[in-house]
């Protein structure tokens, strides 16, 4: 029965690695832009929520709405102002100009917050929990995490395959030069991926200062984090971005039940060891 | 005025010249075809006119405006559609996905998706089907009715013929007068001599980058034709 209570701690872990997840994944497919700062953005996000938090005196999930909105914009505005002119000059300066960005982003909120870690207090709703059995406990806030999870992919996935601008970002990810010879602007097109991924990693970010602590330094970690589940999932299926969140959820959870502090180790082995014997990926798309 | 004006244009990629002091005339409601072998250039007219490749804002007029600088999406605003040459439908998305995508900006005119179905009916058979299964021929009438959809002013096709078996290139070239009597302007090219002249009211021939031969097909001996298209 322990074993059973890890792998649904894992599970739910694994929903939250799946937020962060699902926005890495839109950008890289909607204009294949590897973003370096995707972990520095999910903890700048906890850190708008942070100061909400102390100015106003609400509960951190109402500053989750205005943290969503700030990052949009945020995301939308460094796209147009920055990454489409990196990416104009190509794929490697492209990477390189986020990995700038991520160093800025670190350094400011470094400047501007301390290097000490910081928390978001939610309530009660931290603490809730169903008790299943004497072992299998189910904790609200990451019950809620998972299941808000799904609904940002089920989100999307409407989103994707219903609406105009959707279909737009899947016709520029499949031929960017023919989505543009139907009037689509990448430009602005681009600028609006960025917007949607920094808004959902907002919940992320939000998500995870709730359940745990943060500091200016997480973000890297959270990036390979995200990058780990995406590639378990397989690229371009959004899916299996929840399926690769929650294997590396488990793995991690398992890996700490094993020996403590063997959680990350594990979930990297279990990452290499799916990039060695399935490197598309558990759940690839097969068109392509 | 035309509704398409284009004036000593050259242009090219790098170092290769592709398209030498080029003038051109596309008149408001008519058909006109550019003919030419491999590697004329007339791929590249085409680009110039759909805005993958910029020019001079004044070498490409559209109405009687300088659209030499204006981007690729914005054109297809303006009235102009282009159906490239290798199609480039969507792989991923659905045939009626593509149709969709195809009506992103939309001017207001005759063609809605139902339009596009009668006038390829195995499009509206293959609705739900990835584009990326279709073949070559299905791939084709997608690609055209996928340009319809923006309703176009000018529609620029872009080696039909391209690939396909004769019979399957018979079959698109049907659908070419109801797409005209719709009152759109056609600016096609291809390397199929034959059916360039049969739908054309007018043809021009390009050869190594320069138009040497103008006129309306009846106007023009198959000696002429047979002279431009190899500069013997």
Known sequence: MVWVNDIIQGVLLGGLYALFAAGLALVFGVMRLVNLAHGDFSVMAAYLALVIVGSLNVNPLYSLVFAMIVMGIFGYAIQRGLFNFAMDAGPMQAILATFGVAIIVQNLLLEGFTANSKGLDAGRIENAFIRISNQVVIGWFPLITLLVAVAVLLGLQIFLSRTRLGRAFRATADNQRAAQLMGIDNRHLYGMAMALALAMVAIGGVFIGIRTTFSPSAGPLRLIFAYEAVIIGGLGSLWGTLVGGIVLGVAQVLGDHIQQGWGILVGHLVFLAILAFRPQGLFARQAQ | ?232
Not at chain 2, 16 to 45: C, M, P, W, Y
Not at chain 2, 158 to 183: F, N
Request: hydrophobic share 45%; aromatic share 6%.
């Open chain 2, 1 to 232: 005025m035309s509704l398409l004006e284009i004036d000593h244009l050259s242009c090219g990629y790098g170092h290769f010249q592709a398209l030498f002091d080029i003038d051109l005339r596309v008149e408001q409601g008519e058909t006109h075809a550019v003919i030419g072998a491999n590697g004329a250039g007339k791929s590249t007219l085409l680009r110039t006119i759909c805005g993958l490749i910029r020019t001079d804002p004044d070498r490409v007029r559209f109405e009687g405006q300088p659209i030499g600088q204006v981007p690729a999406h914005k054109r297809v605003g303006l009235g102009i559609s282009y159906v490239p040459e290798g199609r480039w439908v969507f792989p991923s998305l659905t045939v009626h996905e593509n149709l969709l995508v195809g009506g992103h900006t939309r001017r207001k005119g005759i063609w809605t998706i139902d339009k596009v179905y009668e006038l390829f009916p195995l499009l509206a058979r293959l609705r739900n089907r990835q584009a990326l299964g279709l073949s070559g021929g299905e791939q084709q009438a997608l690609a055209i009715g996928r340009g319809l959809m923006a309703n176009p002013r000018l529609l620029l096709l872009d080696e039909v013929s391209l690939g396909l078996a004769p019979v399957v290139v018979e079959k698109i070239y049907e659908a070419m007068p109801a797409i005209i009597e719709a009152g759109t302007t056609v600016l096609l090219v291809e390397q199929d001599v034959g059916q360039a002249l049969k739908i054309a009211d007018r043809v021009s021939c390009l050869l190594e980058g320069r138009l040497v031969l103008e006129g309306r097909p009846s106007e023009i001996s198959q000696e002429q034709i047979v002279a431009a298209y190899f500069g013997v």
